[in-house]
């Protein structure tokens, strides 16, 4: 057992989650704990106390490195809770469950922009559905209007990467100041992979290193959605497909995007239209 679960006073049977990479993650009892080897528990706690996050508890230092104490969120990442529409076929209810779970992540990204706040590391396990609020987590890369700990920021996951961030990480080693335009970039990409089951870039070499990962997407290679949709889809691939822009200024905001979806929600065009769609109406 790790020492600070003593030394913080943690209640349960503590269950060893994930450690690689310099980050360890428990659950003791109702509370999740990270520990890291550096900066980067403190620094997402010191986001999470500044947005007020209603699951936040403490954080702290250790000897050499940080830690991070959260209520535990019982919950769904967007992974799984597209899996079923993705398996379950062509039908009203998928098509009521994807534009539902797509909006509540959307509105969930306008929140934490409307906060001042830019994630930096979007990802489909980093939107979790708890009851009826999505919880946006992993916030140590987020970027913001409060002063936390500074590190050098090269982007997060290379599938989620938008474009624009992508060619960045290429062509500098500079810090990078994440922005709104490439969070919902990130976002549209978790959809798009969660829903597929294929990231939206085509890449030459999917089992490529990072690098040539990054420049396919910062050349703008993308699928054809007909080429890996479950089926069609019409309403959320136009919304996909807003979000996915290759340039920023041509993206929706979160906001946006959220308002695209719903719209979708309550109109005919949550059915497909396609030919030789196979849904039931």
Do not use: N
């Amino acid at each position: 057992m790790h020492p600070l679960i003593t030394e913080l006073g943690l209640d349960g049977d503590p269950k060893l989650l994930h450690e690689r990479r310099g980050t360890t993650f428990f659950k003791v009892g109702d509370t999740a704990l990270k520990i890291t080897d550096g900066l980067m528990a403190g620094r997402e706690g010191e986001v999470l106390a500044a947005l007020g996050a209603a699951h936040y508890r403490a954080h702290g230092q250790h000897a050499g490195g940080s830690w991070l104490a959260m209520r535990w969120i019982d919950g769904t990442s967007l992974w799984g809770a597209l899996e079923p529409a993705h398996r379950g076929g062509d039908t009203p209810a998928g098509h009521r469950a994807i534009l539902t779970a797509a909006a509540k992540a959307a509105e969930a990204l306008a929140e934490l922009h409307a906060a001042g706040w830019i994630h930096g590391d979007l990802q489909p396990d980093h939107l979790v559905f708890e009851d009826q609020t999505v919880r946006i987590i992993d916030l140590a890369c987020a970027q913001g209007p409060v002063s936390v700990p500074f590190y050098v920021h090269r982007g997060g996951l290379a599938h989620t990467t938008a474009p624009e961030t992508a060619a960045l990480i290429l062509d500098t080693t500079d810090h990078i100041t994440t922005t709104p335009e490439a969070d919902v970039w990130s976002l549209a990409a978790s959809l798009f992979w969660s829903w597929t089951r294929t990231p939206p870039t085509d890449y030459r070499d999917p089992q490529g290193r990072r690098p040539e990962l990054l420049a396919d997407t910062a050349a703008g290679r993308q699928h054809e959605l007909a080429t890996v949709r479950p089926w069609p889809f019409p309403a959320f691939e136009d919304a996909l497909s807003a979000g996915l822009a290759t340039g920023p200024v041509r993206r929706p905001s979160a906001g946006a995007l959220a308002q695209l979806l719903r719209t979708a929600l309550t109109g005919p065009a949550q059915t497909s239209a396609m030919p030789g769609g196979s849904g039931e109406h």
